[in-house]
């Protein structure tokens, strides 16, 4: 089992085991979820660069919600 322990200055680090299995990176956000005694950190998802503006110039004369 990995185990982490929680720094003079609230700092947890993350195991490179699991750091390389979830692709994170330095700067990487996340949710953290407190449920009774339990602690989750789940990994924000972004928007890889590569698909920013895939869009853009699309066709929205036909938009469904209408105002």
């Known amino acids: ?3 982490a322990t929680l720094s003079s200055q609230n700092q947890v680090e ?3 085991e699991i750091v390389d ?3 994170l990176h330095a700067g990487q ?3 953290v979820v407190l449920k009774e005694d339990f602690i989750a950190l789940v ?6 660069k590569s698909l920013r503006g895939i ?3 699309a066709n929205t004369d036909n938009i469904r919600d209408r105002y």
């Open 21 to 23: 299995s979830l692709h």
């Open 43 to 48: 990994p924000q998802q972004t928007i890889p």
């Open 14 to 16: 993350i195991p490179k």
């Open 29 to 31: 956000t996340f949710d």
């Open 1 to 3: 089992m990995l185990q």
């Open 55 to 57: 869009l853009k110039g």
